[in-house]
């Protein structure tokens, strides 16, 4: 059986992608404790209770112990560093501050892609933010298409211009109770965005840090299409983040699609599952036409090894609702596209992880406080070994 040293020599390989050093180095393992049956409960210690790279450190701590000799379970768990601990930390490092970040109350980020423009990407994320919403969930949409954002006219709110809070943080505009954030209210109206890398990088840095999200248990951040400087920088600031792949029915685009997901595999993100768009033609009789082809979108899911999370049809509805500023899950959820698209949101809700209990805060090196014999440990997520 795996001791306490060879755990944690395993979990020198867990960094944390904002400090950059391992957890190990930066004393965040509070506790491991090694059961006879070859469970391993494991503590981590997080610089603040809605971290979010949580997830990373959920399955990356599991995915190092798991292969040691003797493991067959790992349970991981989760307290806050208290002030103490966080300045130790900070003299360690020779920083000011730890990061927090301003999605620190944000449970999920979905990145919205597609390998080509056309496909309805953003239409598609305008809906499924609004059939979220109407599932009860709290939800935020980036336009981070930047080239081509159309968000803003999608939800109604053109080229209006957000506030400033008294912290000087941007306040998303409200529409429908869908937090939004674009490039286009900052621009005159339809004005061409013509930048070059650096001046995007730092926008859409801005759009993570500067923004006052609040608590959102759904953020979509709705990507330009194709591999470029965009893309990437996401990927480089949302280590924490899911691929959501948009694609027709189509060979052509399906083939294309599948370079988006070479850049997330790139990036170590992780693919949530495929969207196939405009899968057919309904008309308002219900009559349907299958003008791109099909199972493109299977074929697709079935080659990365994730789900198809939905067949969104094309109707006319949907194409009027997002001209006119209504996503047309707001104005009539009986359409086949509006139904479609309300299940795809039912299904990112069951697969997207619960959030996790944090235990109260420990100070390092004081004793432990006696706790009943019936106190129950505090339930955290079961990874089984694979």
Known sequence: MADRDQILNALTSVIDPELHRSIVELDMVRSIEINGNGVIDITVSLTTPGCPIKGHFQSAVANAVSPLD??????????????????????????????????????????????????????????????????????????????????????????????????????????????????????????????????LHKALTQFLQDVDWGALDFLLVDLPPGTGDVSMTLAQLLPQARFLIVTTPQATAQKVARRAAQMAAKFTLEIGGVIENMSSFTTPGGERFTIFGEGGGQELADELDVPLLGKVPLTMPLRAQADSGLPLVFSDQDDPAAQAISHVARGLIAISPAALPVLPMVEVGAAPAAQPADTAKPVGMSLPMA
């Open 70 to 199: 003797g493991v067959s379970h790992v349970n991981v768990y989760f307290d806050v560093l208290s002030d103490q601990q966080k300045a130790a930390l900070q003299q360690k490092l020779g920083r000011a501050g730890l990061p927090a970040g301003s999605l620190a109350q944000v449970a999920n980020v979905l990145c919205i892609g597609s390998g080509k423009g056309g496909v309805g990407k953003s239409t598609l994320t305008a809906n499924l933010a609004a059939a979220l919403t109407a599932e009860g969930k709290r939800v935020g949409v980036l336009d981070a298409d930047v080239w081509g954002y159309s968000i803003p006219r999608m939800y109604g709110l053109g080229a209006t211009r957000p506030q400033v809070s008294a912290e000087r943080k941007i306040i998303p505009l409200q529409a429908n109770g869908v937090s939004v954030m674009s490039i286009g209210f900052f621009v005159e109206e339809d004005a061409a965005v013509v930048w070059r890398g650096p001046m």
